[in-house]
Each structure stands twice: as C-alpha cells, then as structure tokens.
C-alpha cells in the first residue's frame, strides 16, 4: 500500500465549476497535510497546509481533513484556466512524503 | 529573502561521470529533504537531513548516492558513476523545523541529463 494516494487523473472541470481534488494516506501518526501546485517543468508551489480536523479556507481554496478516515482533500472554487496543473498531496509523520499527483486542466 | 537555491539548474554529465547537485535552505531554515521526479511521475522521497545529520535516507539507492549538509554551505547530493537512468529533476525542499507541523518549500530544481 503506497503511503499516500491520489487519484492521478487527468480531472477535466469546466471554468467558473469547482474541482476536488482528494488524497488518502495509510501513516495513522500523519501529523501535518499539505498541497502543493506544480505546473509543467516547475517546481512545487505550496498553496496550502492543514494540521486539525476539519476545513481549512484561504481564497478560492479550501482544504479539508478527516484524520479518522486518513482522508485528506482539496477544493478550488470559481476554476479558472490558471489552476490547470499537478496537484500533490504531502503528509508527514517522521518526513515528508508525496502521492503522485492529479493533473487538473480547467476547460475555458 | 532569498528562497531555496538550486544549482545548476541543468546538468549534463556522460555516463561514468560525477554529479554535484547542491542547495542552500532558506535563511533560517535547518532540514532539508531532496527528492527525485521523473517525467509525468510524482515527488519521489530520496533523503531529509538536518544540519550535520542525516536523520532518513530510506529513500537513497544503496549504491552511488550519497548526500550531507555540512555545518556550513550547502546541502550536497553526490550521485557517483552516473547511468542514463539517473537523468531526472532532483528537487531539494527546506523547512524551519522537522517535518510536523511546519511547511516546506522548493527550489526550482536540477535537471540532470546522463548522455
């Protein structure tokens, strides 16, 4: 079982429509959750970070955690073509440790 | 405020060669971690050392690799004898503290091609 999973898409959402991005991770001690953007040939980007239960809003994004599932996802609210990129999940217990990604491509 | 730097950017050795990929954490920051991606491929974890310390190198291939972070300069990954499957974009990423509970940040990346 990989340590976190993602579902690697590609996840094709129409402008102005919300996409959810979602992350499973198999470490119960998982203390801290993290997502990161990375467009094609970049380097990862953080964009959020989420430590207690819950949902976590900075903008158009929101992140949400459910420790007692090991559930962990990402909404984007309003897409728009910029958001087209990888997305990646992270989660640490004693490092940091990546899924493989979702390619997202927001249609105009 | 400088971010994390990288260097080089790209890197071209033939097969048989050495390869120094180095970066320097941002002001502050004492663990760094390095990671390796190949094309279409997610962040594969490699090693996360603090300064003079490698705290989990699980990730490092038994043989040619090697990686420290000196009291001073940079974090250093040696991949030794290079072969053409070690081409790929090595990311290095610097955090403030250990991993829980505090965010991480990249650098723009080494791109090592093995001709």
């Known amino acids: 079982q990989k340590e976190v999973e993602q579902n690697s898409g590609p996840l094709s959402v129409p402008e102005g429509a919300i996409a959810s991005l979602n992350c499973t991770y198999s470490?119960?001690?998982?203390?801290?959750f993290f997502w990161y953007r990375q467009y094609s040939g970049k380097s990862p980007e953080l964009i959020m970070f989420?430590?207690?239960?819950g949902d976590k809003e900075d903008g158009r994004f929101t992140a949400q955690l459910n420790k007692a599932s090991q559930y962990v996802s990402l909404l984007i609210r309003d897409s728009q073509p910029s958001d087209s990129a990888t997305y990646l999940c992270?989660?640490?217990?004693?490092?940091?440790?990546f899924g493989q990604g979702t390619r997202l491509t927001i249609n105009p | 405020n400088a971010g994390v730097m990288q260097n080089p950017r790209h890197l071209v050795r033939r097969r048989g060669q050495e390869a120094r990929l180095r970066c320097s954490p941002m002001?502050?920051?004492?663990?760094v971690y390095w990671y390796r991606q190949l094309p279409e491929e997610g962040l594969k974890f490699m090693v996360y050392?603090?300064?003079?310390?490698?705290?989990?190198e699980s990730g490092m291939p038994k043989e040619r690799f090697s990686a420290e972070f000196p009291k001073e300069g940079p974090s250093i990954l040696r991949i030794q004898q290079v072969v053409r499957g070690d081409s790929a974009a090595y990311f290095c990423?610097?955090?403030?503290?250990?991993?829980?509970?505090?965010?991480?940040?990249f650098g723009q990346g080494t791109r090592l091609t093995v001709v």
């Open positions: 990423a610097s955090s403030r503290t250990a991993p829980m509970n505090t965010e991480a940040f």
């Open positions: 470490d119960r001690g998982s203390q801290s």
């Open positions: 989420i430590y207690s239960n």
């Open positions: 992270a989660v640490t217990a004693q490092k940091l440790v």
């Open positions: 002001k502050g920051h004492s663990h």
């Open positions: 050392l603090q300064k003079e310390n490698i705290i989990d």
